[in-house]
């Protein structure tokens, strides 16, 4: 299991354990966080799982494929850190990975 | 707003899977559809969110993509007739008193039928608003999600914002009437045309509209009206003139106007049995995602099997007095006849 932190607009954390190989998106779901809507179920078709990968952790996780970076056109307050949340695979790399979840996902 | 007043068996509500697939059904049992939906075209979230993507569910396909799931259907339900109207939302259903319902879209249609389906899956999809404190009350008289008439954009002074082919359509289309032209998107890379997107810079190059890399700020303006706005950019806040915004952030679900027709809802899906799938008004009918029972899931497998217990219980409405005859298409020549098999 790998530890990921979800932090809410409002400043509320929530810590998940999650399952290598499943979505951060897909841990947010199954952990009832708030904040991510994931509309197309993790197609990479609406942009409401955006999330910002702040810090340390920008540049571990990687930049947005082409066609994320595509989507993220219809994201809200875009920043260098923005991700989808759909597009992040939990791995062992990841433990103590701490994801900003933005105001609105539109 | 001049078409004739439809008269119909059945109007069925949003023409995804479900949808297309109780024309199927229904039409087995020589009932009429006319199919109304928000989008251009069929298919529903498989054409809007997956074309492309896998279906690994469907019985009978180890994967099928949305759009060849939609393609099928539209084949399987030819032969039955229906009319689709697209680009068109409900806005009421109402109850006549002689029984069966009127039904009224938001381009004034009057549909008259005398069973209701809402196959409206997530509810309707429509435009993303920007979360900008306030947007609302300039909606609809400065701030346009699309474009329905073009004299509302002459000398105007117009920001579109997106990256996409209607950002850049309406770019290229209004820039000739527009006082000005000005286009914001977050980034210097375009998903639209790229044909549309060199028309674009030939014209920004000519010093005939702007284009700023950024993201929408702040909206200022009275009574509706918008005066100017401010565009976040990388490193500054600019503030330009604007009398008429159009976003294009894509679509999103909402449930709209099916709240508001007088059916029982639980959590915002609308509750049915499961003997005839029909909602707390007899003779409206919801299947697919749009409907909730114990025991609910959300499968377009699910939605197929509630259309054909809905159509049976639909005939009983239609053809009082007609005893249905269970059929296969395998064995039976009159099914087969109606299915044009040769």
Known sequence: MTKITFVEANGTVHETQAENGASVMETALK???????????????????????????????????????????????????????????VSDEFDGLVVNIPEQQG | ???????????????????????????????????????????????????????????????ISGQELTDNLMKQIEPFGAVFHYNRMINNVKKLDSGGFKVIDDEGQVYECKVVVVAAGGGSFQPKRPPVPGIEVFED?????SVRRMEEFKDQDIVIVGGGDSALDWVLSLQPLARSMTLVHRRDNFRAAPDSVNKMKE??????????????????????????????????????????????????????????????LENN??????????????????????????????????????????????????????????????????????????
């Open chain 2, 1 to 63: 707003m001049n078409e004739t007043h439809i008269t119909t068996d059945v109007v069925v509500i949003g023409a995804g899977p479900v949808g297309l697939f109780a024309v199927f059904e229904l039409g087995l049992l020589d009932l009429k559809c006319h199919l109304i939906d928000i989008l251009d075209r069929p298919g529903g979230q498989c054409a809007e969110l997956y074309p492309e993507k896998p279906i690994y569910d469907i019985p009978g396909f180890s994967v």
């Open chain 2, 269 to 342: 899906l609308i509750t049915v049995d499961t003997e005839k799938f029909e909602t707390s008004v007899p003779g409206v009918f919801a299947i697919g995602d749009i409907n909730t029972y114990p025991g609910k899931l959300k499968l377009i497998l699910s939605g197929f099997h509630e259309g054909a217990l809905m159509s049976q219980a639909a005939k009983r409405i239609i053809s009082p007095d007609e005893r249905i005859i269970f059929q296969y298409t395998t064995s039976s020549t009159k099914l087969q006849k109606k299915l044009g098999v040769k």
């Open chain 2, 141 to 145: 008289k400065s701030v346009f999600y």
């Open chain 1, 31 to 89: 952990n009832s966080v708030p904040g991510i809507v994931a509309e197309c179920g993790g197609a990479c078709t609406c942009a409401t799982c955006h999330v910002y990968v702040g810090g340390e952790w920008t540049d571990k996780v990687g930049a947005p494929s082409a066609m994320e970076e595509d989507m993220l056109d219809f994201a809200f307050e875009v920043k260098p850190s923005s991700r989808l949340s759909c597009q992040i695979i």
């Open chain 2, 203 to 264: 014209l920004v190059a000519a010093g005939k509209m702007k284009l700023i890399l950024g993201q929408i700020g702040e909206l200022n303006g009275e009574n509706g009206m918008l005066s100017s706005m401010t565009i976040k950019s990388a490193d500054e806040v600019l503030s330009i003139p604007v009398t008429r915004l159009l976003p294009f952030f894509g679509l999103t679900m909402k449930l709209g106007p099916v709240a508001d027709w007088g059916l029982d």
